[in-house]
């Protein structure tokens, strides 16, 4: 979901912006935003626009994310189409943007199918 992307990435800027004002170089922080990948969490789920949001492969996933560290990138947002999505985020208020992404299928999750065959616990 786009607020929990943003929780994670404002935590990772700012834990970022720590470490260079304490002089700490050695340590490395990269944010994955990664859309849907397809794993067995998200089994029946269908995507609306799947030229521009695709089912992540989870092997190509995890490549990526082998070399954006390699390469000490900040963040890496997949697919490169959601860059657009939250520049978005920023420029509307808040209940357009989320118009917006139900208008692009952001509803993912209303097709996902449980996977797991014994109920949880709520205590």
Same mark, same amino acid.
């Given at each position: ?32 935003f ?6 067995? !969490? ?9 030229? &521009?949001?695709?089912? /992540?492969? *989870?092997?190509? +996933? ?13 963040? !890496? ?9 939250? &520049?978005?985020?920023? /420029?509307? *208020?808040?209940e +357009? ?12 999750m ?14």
């Amino acid at each position: 979901s786009s607020g929990i992307n943003a929780e994670y990435g404002g935590f990772s800027r700012t834990l970022l912006y720590d470490l260079e004002y304490m002089g700490i170089k050695h340590v490395k922080i990269t944010t994955i935003f990664p859309h849907f990948t397809d794993t067995g !969490l998200v089994n029946g789920a269908t995507v609306k626009l799947p030229a &521009l949001f695709p089912l /992540l492969d *989870p092997v190509w +996933v995890a490549d990526q994310i082998i070399t954006a560290t390699r390469e000490e990138r900040n963040e !890496l947002i997949l697919p490169r189409a959601t860059n657009y999505v939250i &520049l978005y985020m920023y /420029l509307m *208020p808040c209940e +357009v943007f989320r118009c917006f992404c139900r208008w692009l299928g952001n509803d993912l999750m209303k097709t996902f199918q449980q996977t797991r065959t014994h109920k949880i616990d709520e205590d």
